[in-house]
Structures are given as structure tokens and as C-alpha cells.
């Protein structure tokens, strides 16, 4: 039976800021103190508002507010505020960029950001700005989900509920008198996923989507393949009080009512928590939004960002979504956390690392919507890799050979750590302390950047007790030195037959000549006798020469999982590693630097692990 990977979304805003205070995300920062306590009134959009009628309406645009149904007759109504070209021409028509999600509240994104008049959310200013998009003769519409902002109706996360909200939107924006019927989709992290479910939909409206750091398959944030997440209660309790934010004075009658919907309909709350509880993922609850899953065939113009080793959206069922994909593609993969593609760190660098995110973007934009063909030529996909070298391909992942590898056997005691934690203590060894369980109460912009370290000496003294012969939390094998660079890129697989019942966490580890290892992938799933295959994160990974695979298998020690040991002794028997390999001699180099972020996330992970009895062999990427 295939368990799928899981999405991981990590603790609260404080930490997320105590964690990333390096960065700086301007475009979600809460908006200045002198915007916030002006004293002049301004005006509300009960007509065309601008910059100088309302500080809060991006300059060169004019701002007003529309209500119109969802597409599934359920009596919701959806709010959006509407941004145009300042001076356009009666009867002129323009294409729309169109956000949809839950943060553009006019009260605040995620929480009261402290204005004192009405006004649209500043949550993408970074783009308006960057890109110039009223110059260029385009409309910006932020459309509120049901349940949030100015909507009505009952939150339904990522799900068929919303999914109509998506398709209303994209209808209505290509509808509209001043609209050239061309519609863009433009997000990060939730609003990236409406931008998927967009392109699920197949609407002919919708001619391009910009998604930056998505979710893939929504239960994947919420379960690794049957083990909760520790925000599997924590995110529902998130978006409850988003949706339950507060309108602010001057709001118009209209947005008031709507805003305080779960005043009088409190189940919509209770029904949100319930869906999080539901751990089958083949219950419809989930089907209904593996997104991945409702990509097949769609050809919808797609631009993704991912962070391969991001803590928050992970790259999990990435490469199905991807497969499944038809249409054309543009991406930036790398290194990097939870950030936008125009984002910078404290010190000016950009975040991701390459320069260009909004021109970029336009020429996208501008590709698709407008029929204007690009001046620049980009690569479909660029990519930065675990050296921090940029490279430019057709399509991700390029894949020249794809090996199986066996791993053969071992067994451990599902225990959480206990056991290894008992013998080093039995034999006067230091003990590393349990990791706490952080509280999980996070939405989908404020998790923590990185996971705690793993504990010292936990991985070492693991197998120094492996190698005399103790069976513990887990086992390692170790693959032969690798003779040359060889990438790993894509999905990694493993599969095993087990024997017992409880849970178990896969590691990938890049071992150094020196024994420090880096742990690059890692998955976890609840486990029953007989066949298990997983699926790990995608990445994109580079084994210089003389470095050693490293595969762990065992109980879940480290990384942030809700689970329940068994206490069982598990057998493990024919595991394989299927590898999907690439060589970077043939790299191509694009433009691009060291994301900032790699080297945070080198320091976390690295740990002591001196290689091991090597007994198999990782092949060259090259082609056979």
C-alpha cells in the first residue's frame, strides 16, 4: 500500500520572527505607523477611491468594492476590492490579476494591523510596486473566501467550498465591462493554492497562474501519511480567528454584516476544526482536495517557487502536481524558506537568491494575458541546487538515470528515541534530551522558518550502538563513497516489508569524508505488517565525490510529529531506495546566488555521523 508524503507547517508568528529575524518580508509586514494614524478621514470605496482620497489605495490605481455570488448556489457572497488604472478610458478594458484567499481583510492579513480607516490590503504591495502593473495596463482584484474578509458563508479549506469561490472569481473578473476576459492568478503560500485549484479547474478565462511556495495536496499539511502534525488542531484554530476578525468602523454596511457571518453561524467553526481531525486520507473530505491529483491533464500556463528544504510548504506530492501538469511552465526551485520571489534579508540580499522576480513575472503576465512576446529569454526552470549553483532546464525534474538500490533489513523499536536514549545511559554515555513538541498553532504564512536541531550526539550514538549490535530507535545503512558529483533530483522512494505495527521516519543523510552528515529528505507514516512504500520530499540534492549515502530507518526522534509510539520491535526486510539521479556536469548556468537561507539550514541539520560498512552503491548520473 503507497502512503503519501505529508506537508509540514511549523509553530507560532513569535517564533516564526525569533527564528527568521534575519529576513525581512516586507511585502507582509503590517503597514507604517504614519498610514495607520492619520487623522484625515478618508474616503471608503462606495464610489472610485484614490490615493489621494484614501492613503490605503495603492498609487496610480482606483480603488472600489463588489459583491457578487459563489458558483455553487449555496447563497454564499464573496467580496472583492477591485483595483484599476488610474485614468482609464471610459470603455477601455484591461486584464485582471486576481488573488483569492483569506488574508485580505481590511482589518489586517492574519490579525489587526492597527489602521484606523478602511481601506484594500496592502498584502501584495511588493508586487504592485515592483511590477508597475496599473502602468502596464492591468487590474489587481483580491477576491475574500468564504467565511473571510467581507464573504459570507462557512470556511471550507481548500475544499470544494472554496474551490466554487475560485471558479466565481475567475468568471466574474472575465466578465466585467472594463475586463479584457483575460484572467491572471497571482499568490504565495494560501493564496498560491486558490492559483492551483484554478488551474484544476480548467476554466478558459484563467490564462496564466503565479504560484509561489503552494501547498500540493492539502492533507499533507496536516498528516504524514497517517501521523498528525502537531497543527492538525492548531492551523483550524488559525483560520477560525482570521475568520472571525473584526470589521473596521467605517467599513461599509454591507462588509460589516458579512464580516460578523460566524456571529451567527458558529458551526461554521466547528465544522472547519472537525475536517483537520479526519486522518484517512481517503476519506472524501481529503480526495475532494488532492489538488495534485486534480491536475491531470490541465494545461493551464503555470509559474511555481519552491523551497526544497522550506519548513512550512514542503515540496510534497510537488512532482506529481507537476507530471500531471500538461501546459506550459515556468519555475524557480531552490534553497530557501517561505518566501516570495522579490523577498530580501536583513542585510539586502535577496531571499531566494536570483534577481528579476518581477519582471519576470510581468513577462509572464504579459505572455499570456496580453499575447506579447517575451524580450528576454528565461529557462523554463531555474534551479539552485544544494552547492548553491544556479542552472537553467526545460522542465523539472531532469532525470538521466533512476536507480534502485537495496538497503536490505535491520529492525528498531518504534519508542520515540527511548531505547537509544536507555543504552546510552546504561553505558555512561551523555543522554540528549526529547524534543519539546512545538504548540502547532500556525497558519500558512506564520510557521517557523526551521525545525529545532536534532538533538546532539543523537544521531552518532545511534549507530555507534547500531555497530555494537544493540537494537534501538533506529538502524543506518551506508552506501560505498560515491566516485564522482552525483545529483539526486525529484521524489525519492522507499520500500520495505515490515513486521509489527507502530510508526517509522525515513532520513536521507550526506556524509562527509570528515563524519559530519547533512540530513537532506526525510518522510514518516504509520506502518502495519506486510508492504509499505513512501514517498519522500522532492529535492534537489548534490553528493560531491567521496561522499556517502546515508539511509535511517526507524522510530520518529526528531522533526515535529504528533505520534504515538508503539513500543513494538519492528523487523524491516527487502527495503529498496528508488533514486531518481542526475549528473551536473551537464549543468547549464543561469543567473542566480547562494540563497541565505541554505547555509541556516546546513548549520540545523548537520550532525555526527562517521560513515558506516558500506553495502550498496549509489550509481553516476550520467545516462546508461
Known amino acids: 500500500m503507497k502512503r503519501r508524503r505529508a506537508a509540514t507547517w511549523a509553530a507560532t508568528f513569535a517564533t516564526t520572527l525569533a527564528l527568521t529575524a534575519t529576513l525581512t518580508h516586507s511585502a507582509t509586514a503590517a503597514p507604517t505607523t504614519a498610514a495607520q494614524s492619520r487623522t484625515v478621514q478618508p474616503a471608503a470605496a462606495t464610489g472610485p477611491v484614490t490615493h489621494a482620497e484614501n492613503d490605503r489605495v495603492p498609487e496610480g490605481s482606483v480603488w472600489t468594492q463588489e459583491y457578487f455570488p459563489s458558483s455553487d448556489r449555496s447563497g454564499t457572497e464573496l467580496h472583492a476590492d477591485v483595483l484599476l488604472p488610474e485614468g482609464l478610458a471610459e470603455g477601455a478594458k484591461v486584464p485582471v490579476i486576481l488573488s483569492v484567499g483569506p488574508y485580505f481583510a481590511h482589518t489586517g492579513q492574519t490579525g489587526p494591523e492597527g489602521w484606523t480607516h478602511t481601506g484594500p490590503s496592502a498584502r501584495f504591495q511588493d508586487f504592485v510596486e515592483g511590477s508597475g502593473l496599473f502602468a502596464h495596463g492591468y487590474a489587481f482584484v483580491m477576491v475574500d473566501l468564504r467565511g473571510f474578509g467581507g464573504s459570507t458563508g462557512c470556511l471550507d479549506w481548500g475544499g470544494p467550498g472554496e474551490q466554487a469561490d475560485v471558479k466565481a472569481a475567475v ?49 499533507q499539511y496536516i498528516y504524514s501519511n497517517g501521523v498528525p502534525r502537531p497543527n492538525v488542531t492548531g492551523t483550524a484554530d488559525a483560520y477560525n480567528s482570521i475568520a472571525t476578525l473584526a470589521p473596521l468602523a467605517d467599513d461599509d454596511p454591507r462588509y460589516q454584516a458579512n464580516a460578523r457571518w460566524e456571529d451567527t453561524h458558529p458551526e461554521c467553526l ?57 501546459g506550459p511552465e515556468r519555475g524557480w526551485l531552490g534553497q530557501w524558506d517561505h518566501v516570495r520571489g522579490g523577498d530580501r534579508v536583513g542585510d539586502g540580499r535577496l531571499a531566494m537568491g536570483r534577481e528579476g522576480w518581477y519582471d519576470e513575472t510581468l ?37 538521466e538515470r533512476s536507480a534502485t538500490l537495496p538497503l536490505g533489513g535491520g529492525s528498531y523499536v518504534d519508542d520515540g528515541g527511548a531505547s537509544a536514549r536507555a543504552a546510552l545511559a546504561a553505558a555512561g554515555e551523555p543522554v540528549p534530551e526529547a524534543l519539546r513538541q512545538p504548540s502547532g498553532d500556525w497558519d500558512m504564512e506564520h510557521a517557523p ?13 545511534a549507530a555507534r550502538l547500531q555497530a555494537s549490535g544493540q537494537v534501538t530507535s533506529s538502524f543506518f545503512v551506508w ?5 564522482k558529483a552525483v545529483r539526486v533530483t525529484g521524489t525519492p522512494q522507499v520500500s520495505l516489508t515490515a513486521k509489527g505495527a507502530g510508526n517509522i521516519m525515513l532520513k536521507l543523510y550526506d556524509v562527509a569524508p570528515d563524519g559530519t552528515a547533512v540530513m537532506f529528505d526525510e ?13 519522500l520530499k522532492a529535492t534537489d540534492w548534490t553528493l560531491t565525490a567521496g561522499h556517502v549515502l546515508a539511509v535511517e530507518i526507524g522510530s520518529i526522534q526528531t522533526g515535529s510529529w504528533r505520534d504515538t509510539p508503539s513500543g513494538e520491535t ?18 547549464i548556468a543561469t543567473g542566480g546566488a547562494r540563497s541565505p537561507y541554505l547555509d541556516t539550514y546546513l548549520r540545523q ?18 545516462r546508461r
Open 570 to 587: 519492528i523487523s524491516v526486510k527487502g527495503a529498496r531506495l528508488k533514486l531518481p539521479l542526475d549528473d551536473p556536469a551537464d549543468d
Open 363 to 399: 513577462s509572464f503576465y504579459d505572455q499570456y494575458l496580453k499575447g506579447v512576446k517575451p524580450t528576454v529569454r528565461y529557462p523554463a526552470y531555474a534551479v539552485e541546487d544544494s552547492t548553491g549553483a544556479w542552472r537553467g532546464q526545460r522542465t523539472w525534474p531532469v532525470v
Open 605 to 622: 541539520y548537520t550532525v555526527e555521523l562517521p560513515a558506516g560498512r558500506p553495502t550498496f552503491t549509489v550509481p553516476t548520473g550520467g
Open 171 to 219: 468568471d466574474w473578473a472575465a466578465r466585467q465591462p472594463w475586463s479584457t476576459g483575460a484572467v491572471g492568478m497571482y499568490g504565495k503560500s494560501y493564496d498560491a493554492v486558490t492559483g492551483l485549484i484554478g488551474n484544476d479547474l480548467d476554466q478558459k478565462a484563467l490564462k496564466a497562474v503565479v504560484a509561489q511556495e503552494p501547498v500540493w495536496d492539502m492533507y
Open 523 to 535: 518522510q514518516v507514516s504509520l506502518l502495519d505488517s506486510g508492504r509499505l512504500t513512501v514517498d
Open 270 to 326: 466547528t465544522e472547519n476544526s472537525a475536517g483537520y481531525r479526519i486522518a484517512d486520507q481517503q476519506d472524501a473530505h481529503w480526495t475532494s482536495r488532492d489538488l495534485a491529483k486534480m491536475a491531470k491533464g490541465t494545461d493551464t500556463p503555470l509559474f511555481v517557487t519552491q523551497g526544497f528544504v522550506e519548513n512550512n510548504t514542503k515540496p510534497e506530492e510537488m512532482q506529481e502536481y507537476l507530471d500531471n501538469h500538461k
Open 449 to 461: 522558518a526551521i525545525e529545532q536541531a536534532a538533538p546532539e550526539g543523537l544521531t552518532g550514538n
Open 479 to 483: 552506501s560505498e563513497p560515491v566516485r
